[in-house]
């Protein structure tokens, strides 16, 4: 099982699809993760079907493990096994919980689960250039940046700016990472 002390991860189910529709499509989460355009119950359902059967692709919700409350998800998708990478994402909804260390619990647990359960090499993902905040976060839990991509989205009337973050499991190994 996907867990440390406080939080566990589970397969994303059917009966968490109304929960994380409405989290989607708050503003912040919207932004955070890319969702451009409203998603309708119909496309999301598609979705999770296509999700279901797929194995390029996983989202974890996350859980505490006191109350078995859900409260965001972590995905893998684009996994490449020949490559041995893939990007990730992440979203807590409840601001209120933030800055507890619950998303850092929740990326160790994807980190590890993606490095020795999938043997992947490489995680990687993109944030917006000025989100010192996330930066922050990803640079805590070792992951470089690696690169800018200029102008590369059009976000509420401006080009910004976009950092890959990278994880090497080399680098992971290196740090003590026993979850
Ligand atoms: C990103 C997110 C998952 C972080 O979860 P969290 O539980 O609040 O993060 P943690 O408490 O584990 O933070 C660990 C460290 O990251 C940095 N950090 C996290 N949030 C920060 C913030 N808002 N401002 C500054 N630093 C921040 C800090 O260094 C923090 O350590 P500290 O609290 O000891 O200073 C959460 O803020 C979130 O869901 N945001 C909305 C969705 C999103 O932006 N996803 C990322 C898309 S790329």
């Known amino acids: 099982m996907l867990a440390d002390e406080v939080i566990y991860l589970r ?3 059917a009966t ?5 529709w409405e989290w ?5 989460i919207a932004l955070a993760i890319g969702v451009n ?18 194995t ?6 996350v859980c505490f493990r006191d109350n078995n409350e859900h409260i965001g998800n ?35 647990l994807l980190i ?7 043997n992947l090499n490489r995680l990687y993902c993109k944030t917006t250039s000025d989100n010192h905040a996330i930066i922050a976060f990803y640079r805590n839990l070792g992951f470089c940046i690696e ?8 976000i509420q009337g401006h080009y910004v700016d976009k950092i890959i973050l990278g994880l090497i499991l080399h680098d992971w190994a290196c740090e003590d990472n026993s979850v």
């Not at 989607?24 to 912040?28: D, K, L, N």
């Not at 355009?37 to 797929?54: C, G, K, M, N, Y």
């Open 147 to 154: 690169g800018r991509l200029r102008e590369h989205e059009y």
């Open 24 to 28: 989607i499509h708050t503003p912040e």
């Open 56 to 61: 390029d692709k996983i989202v974890f919700a």
């Open 16 to 20: 968490d699809l109304d929960r994380t």
């Open 112 to 118: 590890q689960y993606a490095f020795e359960f999938l």
């Open 74 to 108: 972590v995905s893998l998708d684009s996994i490449d096994y020949r490559h041995r990478n893939a990007r990730f994402s992440i979203f807590l909804t409840d601001p209120t919980i933030r800055r507890q260390g619950i998303g850092t619990r929740a990326m160790r």
């Open 37 to 54: 355009i409203p998603v309708s119950r119909t496309a999301q359902l598609r979705w999770f079907e296509r999700l279901d059967q797929a």
């Open 11 to 13: 397969r994303l189910e």
